[in-house]
C-alpha cells in the first residue's frame, strides 16, 4: 500500500496529541510492540517504558510546537518523518524545555500506522 502523505500527518497529529495528554490507550495504539526508541543521551527505551513513564506521570508535557516536517515514504509503504519539535514540560518532576529534532519510521499494521523506530536528538542553542 503507497505511503499516505495525509495519513502519516494524521498519525502525527494523533501522536502529539496523546502525548501532551499522556493519554496511555493512545500512545498503545500508535507504539509499535517492537519499538525501538533511542533518547536525546544515547538511551535505547521499548515501548513499555515508554508508556509506564506516562502512566506513572513521569513526564508530563505542557507543550510541544512541531515545525519543519518531512516526510519520506519509504519503499515497503512506511513511511520516515522529520520533524523538529519544540518542548516544555516535567521530567521526574523537574522543569525542562528545549528543541529537539525527532526522526520517527511509522508502518503500516493492519489499519493503523505505528511508531517502530524513534531517535531525538536534542538541538544546540
Avoid: N
Avoid at 3 to 21: G, K, N, V, W
Wanted: proline share 2%; hydrophobic share 50%.
Amino acid at each position: 500500500m503507497p505511503t499516505d502523505r495525509f495519513s502519516i500527518s494524521d498519525a502525527e497529529a494523533a501522536l502529539r496529541e496523546a502525548m501532551l495528554a499522556s493519554d496511555v490507550a493512545r500512545l498503545e495504539a500508535l507504539i509499535a510492540d517492537d519499538l525501538v526508541f533511542v533518547d536525546q543521551v544515547g538511551a535505547v527505551h521499548g515501548k513499555a517504558a515508554d508508556l509506564a513513564l506516562h502512566a506513572a506521570g513521569g513526564l508530563v508535557l505542557e507543550r510541544i510546537d512541531l515545525s519543519e516536517q518531512r516526510i519520506l515514504p519509504l519503499a515497503d509503504g512506511g513511511a520516515c518523518v522529520s520533524v523538529r519539535a519544540d518542548i516544555a514540560g516535567r521530567y521526574a518532576g523537574e522543569p525542562f524545555a528545549g528543541a529537539y529534532r525527532y526522526m520517527r519510521v511509522w508502518v503500516r499494521q493492519g489499519a493503523a500506522w505505528r511508531v517502530q523506530a524513534a531517535q531525538c536528538t536534542a538541538i544546540a542553542g
